[in-house]
């Protein structure tokens, strides 16, 4: 199927970074452990789509997230794929550093919340104790020339504390990225938010100084709202968008979390708007068919059920 093109528009970029989250956010959930010879073929297989930037893993107990217990051993397998500024691994502690930097990583991503109720449930941590426990990461990460992304979760609904006020998500994001990160990522892990929502939190972001170039965007598509507040935020001037092959993810910490913007639904609207990702979407739907069969079950990208054989 092609798509008829337009010029790009004087809004809209010419190029974004696509964040890959499939190999750690799109898996983080699943119940079906996978072996670690499939998630090194799965990160092999995004790398030959032409996906630069890929999050492979997480270095937390594997009592907490057990898919991601062979974080170690993954990366070993991975050898130089998954080392470099464009291979982040999720670190919540030193311990976590720790580990990450023995496997040879070039990037860390550590992991916030806007909200009380979540950063006990995903951290074991009020949103104070949280940074407290990232201060000496980012601090030890940059130290040691890593690459440094600092999400904040439920910027916009929290599934205990409903609609979270624009307020309390700028004072988190503001003090996340005082710890020193190089990028600070919004997340929406519940998929609330709408586009209207997206343009205030950015605003009021930009008028505290935080640059939307400073910016990544995490948008969960439990209401079908993702792709709307990705071109959103571009709009805005946005240029890194996370997004995970087939529409896999979601947290375990938070109830009604589904999956991620889809990548492929992400490559083909920025295909027709003209914006150049650099991704082969022939070969990313048939890693997402390929991992739905993996997985057992179809793929939840409407792009992929689409132009996949049958997307599992
Ligand atoms: C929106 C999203 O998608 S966010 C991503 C998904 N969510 C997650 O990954 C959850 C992350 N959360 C966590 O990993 C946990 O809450 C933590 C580690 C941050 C804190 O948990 P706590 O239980 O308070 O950790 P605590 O420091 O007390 O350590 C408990 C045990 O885990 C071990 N541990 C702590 N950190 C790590 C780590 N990074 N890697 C491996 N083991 C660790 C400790 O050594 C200790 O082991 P022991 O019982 O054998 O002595
Ligand atoms: C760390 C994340 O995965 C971000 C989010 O969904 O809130």
Redo the contacts with the bound molecule.
């Keep these: 199927m092609s798509l008829p093109q337009v010029e790009p528009s004087s809004v809209m970029p010419d190029r974004i970074t696509i964040y890959e989250v499939g190999p750690r956010?799109g898996l983080?959930n699943e119940k079906t452990i996978l072996s670690t010879d499939v998630k090194a073929q799965f990160v092999r297989r995004l790398v030959a789509t032409g996906l630069q930037t890929i999050e492979t893993t997480?270095?937390?107990?594997?009592?907490?997230?057990p898919q991601?217990g062979d974080a170690p051993q993954l990366l070993e397998q991975l050898g130089e794929l998954g080392r470099g500024a464009d291979r982040p691994v999720?670190?919540?502690?030193e311990?976590?550093l720790d580990?990450a930097l023995a496997a040879g990583v070039g990037a860390v991503a550590v992991?916030g919340s806007a909200t009380e109720t979540f950063a006990q449930k995903?951290?074991?941590?009020s949103v104070e104790e949280s940074l407290r426990?990232f201060a000496p990461v980012v601090e030890r990460a940059k130290a040691a020339g890593l690459w440094v992304r600092a999400?904040v979760?439920m910027c916009f609904g929290d599934p205990w504390e409903g609609a979270v006020p624009i307020d309390q998500v700028v004072t988190v994001c503001e003090a996340m990225l005082a710890l020193g990160a190089d990028q600070l990522c919004l997340?929406d892990?519940i998929g609330t938010g709408t586009p209207g929502h997206v343009v205030r939190l950015l605003d009021a972001l930009g008028e505290k100084g935080i640059a939307p170039a400073t910016l990544g965007v995490h948008f969960h598509d439990t209401y079908g709202q993702a792709l709307a507040n990705t071109l959103a935020a571009l709009a805005k001037g946005v240029r890194t968008v996370d997004a995970s092959a087939g529409g896999l993810g979601g947290?375990?910490?938070?109830k009604s979390?589904t999956g991620n913007l889809a990548t492929e639904d992400l490559v083909w609207a920025c295909r027709g708007l003209g914006i150049e990702t650099g991704v082969d979407l022939t070969e990313l739907v048939a890693t997402s068919v390929w991992m739905a069969g993996q997985l057992g079950r179809p793929s939840p990208s409407r792009v992929v059920r689409a132009l996949g054989d049958s997307g599992q």
Excluded: I, K
């Excluded at 270095?59 to 907490?64: H, T, Y």
């Excluded at 947290?251 to 938070?254: F, G, N, R, S, T």
């Design positions: 956010d983080q997480s270095f937390v107990p594997a009592a907490w997230v991601m999720l670190v919540p502690n311990r976590g580990a992991f995903n951290l074991n941590r426990m999400y979760s997340g892990t947290c375990p910490y938070a979390a």
